[in-house]
């Protein structure tokens, strides 16, 4: 089956300094890759819907500026939080779909983000 | 406010025996449901039903989708040590926003 990668699992930074995740489908070719966040007792909420070569579409309320997506290839997307805050503490998660008409989404493990 | 709830939380079974879990969800702008298998790694993707009526099946793994009364259930037969996992409801809604269940902690005892 579909296999997507999220890297790292875990990680604890300082305030104020910058966190990039990434994500890479191992197995299949992922023209669209999305990241999503979840907040406290709810389901995951899109932030960016990221396309192989060109630029990351964000959701409405979600600051591009901050957290910056990187689709540098069919396999690898990365989600970078620039400037950290406490506030960005968090669960990120990835997913990748086969093709763009194909509804079945494929999920990375998840990033647990702490900033501190 | 749109949920997705699974039933039951957690479920003990012993090899060879049959079991049913059930979601059921209330989501806008519905888009398909999907089943997934947590165990270590990511959520394994199992199913996706987006008709009424039609199951899917894989292996001793079989799923249905009631749209009219908003749930799915997720059948496994002659189950085995290794179907032990958490597994995930999920309804996708249009615009690609997921809302997944609490998921059910299935243990099969050998």
């Known amino acids: 089956g579909a296999v997507v990668s999220q890297h790292p699992s875990r990680v604890i930074c300082k305030s104020g300094t910058s966190v990039k995740i990434e994500c890479r489908s191992l197995?299949?070719?992922?023209?669209?890759m999305f990241w999503y966040r979840q907040f406290p007792k709810q389901s995951l909420m899109l932030m960016a819907t990221?396309?192989?070569?060109?630029?990351?579409?964000?959701e409405q309320g979600v600051e591009k500026d901050k957290f910056l997506i990187n689709h540098a290839s069919l396999t690898l997307s990365t989600l970078t939080v620039t400037s950290a805050h406490p506030e960005d503490s968090s669960f990120y998660i990835c997913?990748?779909?086969?093709?763009?008409?194909?509804?079945?989404?494929?999920f990375g493990q998840g990033t647990r983000l702490t900033v501190v | 406010e749109d949920k997705v709830v699974q039933s039951p939380l957690s479920l003990v079974v012993h090899e060879g025996d049959t079991v049913t879990l059930n979601c059921s969800y209330e989501?806008?702008?519905?888009?398909?449901l999907l089943w997934y298998k947590q165990e270590k790694k990511a959520p394994t993707f199992l199913f996706m039903l987006?008709?009424?009526?039609i199951e899917k099946k894989s292996g001793r793994l079989s799923s249905i989708l009631d749209k009219k009364e908003l749930f799915s259930i997720l059948n496994i037969t002659a189950t085995q040590t290794g179907d032990s996992a958490v597994y995930l409801c999920?309804?996708?809604?249009?615009?690609?926003?997921?809302?997944f269940g609490t998921g059910t902690s299935l243990t099969v005892i050998p």
């Open positions: 990221s396309n192989e070569g060109s630029k990351a579409t964000y």
């Open positions: 997913s990748a779909r086969l093709g763009q008409a194909d509804a079945k989404a494929f």
């Open positions: 197995d299949f070719q992922a023209t669209t």
């Open positions: 999920a309804v996708e809604a249009y615009g690609n926003q997921f809302y």
């Open positions: 987006t008709s009424s009526g």
């Open positions: 989501v806008t702008n519905f888009r398909s």
